[in-house]
């Protein structure tokens, strides 16, 4: 029996609308200049909330990205994703022209953790305040965590395999290994990220509930993972959303083929169970470089979870010792997201996007207001620093217990 050739994944576009940019350009200018934009939270109704500190994406006007039509029906975390979804499409150069013979050949998945909280709150308060005829039609739509799905595939007439991953802040890698699957089963491009938005009133009382959000008034205090000061997290709203192609169509259409998704793997252990994360995210970590046939000291750099949670940062640091060996000692981490906070399951796409553009520029961002580290972790801090990279790993935990891990690697293509 003739076995069929391996499919590889690869980044073809990177679109990321996030705290410090809405924009790719912008991201990785102040990602990589070690720029925190973190602050006291300024959206109505939260003044009262014990809340202080977030990554707010400021700037962004929907109205002048996203038509008429689908503003009305879908909430601020799906015109994140929509937006990011056309950089990325731009980067990628990949138009109608390219998939309108073949719509069937491209697909979407996004993760999400929470869905439109803004947009449900509004129509709710009409709800209760006025009555059910003042409820938008587009209220049993606009809340729901696929939205992001389905309206990025309507807008661009993508017809093929489409999905939306629920595995906790975990999510993003695990949307971008689901799309890697699809890859491999023949689909030949994916729009794959995601995006949250949950900074609204209502989203922010029900994080309140996690003992692990930081509630410190000072911007540069309030979220300090791998320290002796650290206090929880701080939230973040936008996220990231990729184009991924087979690698052989995105040669034939001459596409910049930038990174391999080369590896994934996924573990569970439990809500809040820190201590015991330790040993699934080594796993996930060992599953993913046996994915990938990577050898642990073939990794360059890791862009860590960075919880800010003392257990959790402990058997974090543990776990890239248990899964990387002494190399696990030695290898650069950063966690970009101190200065930006966390965006739930936009984070880990970001990471995964800033580790592309880490690679491509030979820098490894630093760690904002990250200063005296307490584990025995090589975290880059204060600078970036220049270093030859050919290899990522990109880690993600969610508050509720689920894992993941992912190898990226350089491309080796000339135009890259």
């Not at 002796?228 to 596409?255: D, H, K, N, T």
């Amino acid at each position: 029996m003739r076995t069929r050739k391996a499919r590889r994944t690869v980044v073809t576009g990177i679109g990321v609308v996030a705290p410090n940019g809405s924009n790719t350009e912008a991201f990785w200018k102040r990602t990589h200049e070690g720029i925190s934009v973190l602050d006291r939270v300024t959206r109505e109704g939260c003044e009262h909330l014990p809340l202080r500190v977030a990554g707010e994406v400021r700037g962004f006007e929907a109205v002048e990205l996203i038509e008429e039509r689908f503003l009305v029906q879908t909430d601020k975390f799906t015109h994140f994703a929509m937006a990011a979804a056309d950089i990325a499409l731009d980067d990628a150069r990949l138009g109608r022209a390219d998939y309108e013979d073949s719509p069937f050949d491209v697909g979407v998945v996004t993760a999400a953790g929470s869905g439109g909280g803004e947009f449900g709150q509004r129509e709710l308060q009409r709800l209760w305040g006025q009555g059910s005829t003042y409820v938008g039609p587009y209220q049993s739509i606009a809340w729901f965590y696929a939205a992001s799905t389905g309206q990025i595939s309507i807008r661009g007439g993508f017809k093929g395999p489409c999905a939306v991953v629920a595995s906790d802040e975990a999510g993003g890698l695990d949307a971008l290994a689901h799309a890697a699957r699809s890859i491999r089963g023949g689909t030949e491009a994916v729009v794959v990220g995601a995006a949250e938005a949950p900074l609204a009133p209502y989203s922010v009382v029900c994080q309140l509930g996690y003992e692990d959000l930081s509630t410190v008034e000072d911007p540069t205090r309030a979220y300090r993972p791998f320290t002796s000061e650290a206090c929880g997290f701080v939230p973040a709203e936008g996220g990231a959303m990729l184009v991924v192609e087979e690698e052989q169509s995105a040669r034939r259409r001459g596409a910049k083929v930038r990174a391999e998704l080369a590896g994934h793997a996924a573990t569970f252990t439990g809500a809040f169970r820190w201590e015991e994360s330790r040993e699934g995210l080594a796993q996930a970590i060992i599953g993913a470089l046996r994915e990938a046939d990577c050898a642990p000291d073939e990794i360059d750099v890791v862009f860590a979870d960075a919880l800010g949670v003392p257990a959790a940062d402990r058997a974090e640091a543990l776990a890239i010792a248990d899964a990387l060996g002494a190399h696990g000692r030695r290898v650069p981490v950063t966690a970009p997201k101190t200065g930006i906070g966390r965006a739930y399951c936009g984070a880990p796409v970001m990471d995964a996007a800033a580790a592309v553009l880490s690679m491509e520029n030979a820098l490894i961002p630093p760690t904002p207001n990250v200063f005296e580290v307490c584990h025995d972790l090589d975290v880059v801090t204060g600078s970036a620093r220049p270093a030859e990279l050919r290899t990522a790993l990109v880690l993600s935990r969610g508050l509720m217990g689920s894992n993941a891990a992912m190898v990226l690697r350089r491309s080796t293509d000339p135009q890259a």
